[in-house]
């Protein structure tokens, strides 16, 4: 069992940049591939970014270049930084931990991010 605490969304103009942060208690963080999602009004969650506990990342093609997924293992913490962000990232975002062993899912609450002029 893991509990997930997102924190850092808010409105924020175009071009501008937002970092989210999620912190993980309960379980062993290294067994843990943590992600990020987004859900937009009237659409399908989608993977955003994903770190291993190595290291490794994997993120979607429409924020390639802009967004920044890491890791701290020593404080339980994944992180997304965000920059030059765009009207369409707009949604709620969520922060998913994924146990390598069990294949069982945990999700946060999620975080609101709107991004408007």
């Known amino acids: 069992q893991v509990q997930l605490v997102e924190s850092g969304g808010g409105l924020v103009q175009p071009g501008g940049s937002l970092r989210l942060s999620c912190a993980a208690s309960?379980?062993?963080?290294?067994?843990?591939?943590m992600g990020w999602y987004r859900q937009a009004p009237g659409k399908q969650r989608e993977l955003v970014a994903a770190?291993?506990?190595?290291?490794?990342?994997n993120y979607a093609d429409s924020v390639k270049g802009r967004f920044t997924i890491s890791r701290d293992n020593a404080k339980n913490t994944v992180y997304l930084q965000m920059n030059s962000l765009k009207p369409e990232d707009t949604a709620v975002y969520y922060c998913?931990?994924?146990?390598?062993?069990?294949?069982?899912?945990?999700w946060g609450q999620g975080t609101q991010v709107t991004v408007a002029s």
């Open positions: 309960g379980s062993i963080f290294r067994l843990y591939v």
């Open positions: 770190i291993t506990s190595g290291g490794s990342t």
């Open positions: 998913n931990a994924h146990n390598y062993m069990t294949s069982r899912d945990y």
